[in-house]
């Protein structure tokens, strides 16, 4: 048989010059695990295992692991775990998306090196899922994505609390100092209290529902509650789907396609999702050589009404997603916008899905089609002399008497900047500056954190400012909210214009026309241009990933991926 028939145990062999020593040996060492001769011969599903000690979000891996591994048998497969790199979203230095794609370079070639011949992927904490399925798009074999689920809320005194929109919103109260040193200790304490995600539409939640929606997750997964009965249940179902898989195979390029990219989109717009699913997806979409406009999210946001009632954008929390009717809902809500015919993992339509999903829907938490939370889409991309190839607004959590303004600069050349002046009560600065971070873009030494939610200055939250203007090229967190414009592409560590603004420039923003200007005539740019210098630590001054990582990250609207990971023929284009 030859090697790309081959199943189980018999696929992939180690090279030693003789195939058929090759498979003795191999079966031979397989056997010293205890399998017997005719479980040697089943078809084998592995289990992409991102459990790690640094990740809280996955700590329940273990039990579901096991309701994964059932699956599989019932479907007649052997299930064989193996891990991978986990991110655990805090516990990265300097961010978690350095490292992302580098947990899918894991993903895509221990799919590939090892025996199997599906996979199912667990993983759930914000960087995991778009690595897996960037991994999975590349590697190509039929793969079932099994999200964590979302963490339970909690409670401090009469409050609802959830990681981690209250994380922010009690520490805004802290600098503002209407929470005491003893109740922020305390709130600490009850932020995240389950295994899970968080439990908002931040990015692990709106990358569960864009897994779903792309037809990567089985139907109705993306929302169950990471401790809830029905997770373990999804695991068994993702297992057993994933060996069905095996004998009739459906490969993420199958299931990965324009269309599904651009239902996704939809989606990520209805939710009103975070900000850094847009560089997820395009990574994702991009590894199977679908490519992603900013002009085209713009016509789909004029075009696709915002739902989800969630924090950060609305009131409520992820468990009362799932009891409102989770994606199949809003699915069914977006059914005209959507193209029914992609296919799912399990061989249904998305169009066969809704026929046979009738479901309940709570219209508290997801609003009709009819009658929306907002008309138009959550995300927005801006564009302009500051931000040649965009910059991203959410609209949906950010202050609309902001949305028309000019404003005066006030400039943070880099993030330690940023910490040292951000709260000095002689900074120059009020309310209707524009606060301007530079130097924190993918490829600055920052590595493009979770940072564009810039501190409101402390002397202005203490007078009750809770939202100002802030640009930047970094980006922020799914569980944050203000009037905040990201992922200016290109960044300021490459020279974008973004680099050029200095304290004092004018900046004008139109939400409506799209579009973000810095209002400084063309020669004083140039001017400004000619003396700039770069920062950055070039890469041949690094070394191991770092280097890699430094020498290959593309920007933003490129979803800083590596382009050597891009298909072959879309590397150069
Ligand atoms: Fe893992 Fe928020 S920290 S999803």
Known sequence: MSDDKAQGFARGLTNYGDHDFSIYLRRSFASSMGYSQDVLKKPIVGIANSFSGFNNCHRHFPEL????????????????????????????????LKFRNLMSMDTEEMI?????DAVVLMGGCDKTVPAQ??????????????????????????????????????????????????????????????????AVMGTA?????????LGMSLPGTAAIPAVHADRLRAGEASGLAAASMVANPIRPSQVITEKSVENALRVLLALGGSTNAIIHLTAIAGRLGIKISLEKLNAL???????????????????????????????????????????????????DRLENDPGYVDHRII??????????????????????????LKRSAADESLFEKEGRAVVFSSLEDLAKRVDDPDLDITEDDFMVLQNAGPKSASGMPEAGYLPI???????????????SDARMSGTAFGTIVLHVAPESAVGGPLSLVRNGDRIRLSVKEKRIELLVDDAELEQRRDTWVSTVVPPEDRRGYDRLYASEVGQADEGCDFAFLLPVDRQNT
Not at 86 to 95: A, D, K, R
Not at 137 to 160: I, K, N
């Open 65 to 96: 692991l096991e309701a994964v591994k059932r699956g599989v048998l019932l479907g007649g497969g052997l299930p064989v775990e193996f891990p991978t790199i986990s991110l655990g979203e805090v516990f990265l230095s300097p961010t978690s």
């Open 112 to 116: 590939r090196a090892q025996p199997m």
């Open 133 to 198: 399925l960037m991994g999975a798009a590349s590697a190509d074999l039929p793969a079932v994505q099994l999200v964590a689920g979302p963490m339970m809320t909690s409670r401090h005194g009469a409050e609802r609390l959830g990681a981690c929109t209250d994380c922010r919103r009690f520490w805004g109260k802290y600098r503002a100092g209407e929470v005491s040193n003893q109740e922020i200790n305390q709130i600490e304490g009850r932020l995240a209290t389950t295994a899970g995600t968080c």
């Open 205 to 213: 939640s709106t990358m569960a529902c864009i897994a779903e929606t």
């Open 301 to 351: 946001s004029d075009t696709t009404p915002v739902l989800v009632n969630l924090k950060p954008v609305g009131s409520d929390y992820m468990e009362d997603f799932f009891y409102a009717g989770g994606m199949g809902a809003v699915l069914r809500e977006l059914k005209p916008l959507l193209h029914l015919d992609t296919l799912s993992v399990t061989g249904e339509t998305l169009g």
């Open 367 to 392: 609003s009709k089609a009819s009658a929306p939370l907002e008309p138009q889409g959550g995300l927005v991309a801006l564009f302009g002399n500051i931000a040649p190839r965009g910059a991203i």
């Open 457 to 471: 200055p402390k002397k202005l939250s203490a007078k009750g400012v809770k939202d100002m203007v802030r640009i």
